[in-house]
């Protein structure tokens, strides 16, 4: 190692894509969106792991507002009776100055589920609601890199809102072009090659 961190790539708004040897049930087959990343540590939420738990069970104010399925996605194995939202803004809507949204990255924001839904859902395109949260202490997610668990790549806003029966963990990789692109093919059971 040259001094450079292994997570010097990884910054608000990238994914971390799990690498097909990573087989830990809470990530397997996973595209966790970055929330924030410093030097105590990383937060991201699980994207591609939808529940049967309606939105409007939990958070009726925002249940209408959600993009479909309409249920609340499993974000990690932490704090899983906490609730973060993401929303992918309208073209032309800028998060900075907006009461209740926290930006991300471009047109993607942190969603303050206390504020009025009816004042800010007319500005996103979508939103997502996640139960629980990815989490990595100092220098934690570094090592799992270092170890091949981990892809970093860019996110699009349009990853946050992917629809729930969509394979994104194959779609991200298959965009990243040769030779990430190859890992998109890798079975999930390889006993079903």
Known sequence: MCG???????EP????????SL???NFRRTVVYVIDHRGEGTLGVVLNRPSDVPVDDV????????TQPGSVFVGGPVEQKTALCLAAMRTGVDVDGVRGLV???????LVDLDADPDALAPKF???RVFAGYAGWDTGQLAGEIDRGDWIVVPALPSDVLAPAEEDLWGRVLRRQGMPLALL????GDVKQN
């Open 23 to 25: 087989l830990d049930n």
């Open 59 to 66: 958070l009726p104010n925002w249940g209408p507002h959600v």
């Open 103 to 109: 930006a991300v990255r471009g047109p993607v924001a």
């Open 125 to 127: 395109r979508g939103m």
């Open 184 to 187: 998109a093919t890798h079975p």
């Open 4 to 10: 450079v961190p292994s997570d010097v790539a990884v």
């Open 13 to 20: 708004g990238t994914l971390l894509v799990a690498a097909p």
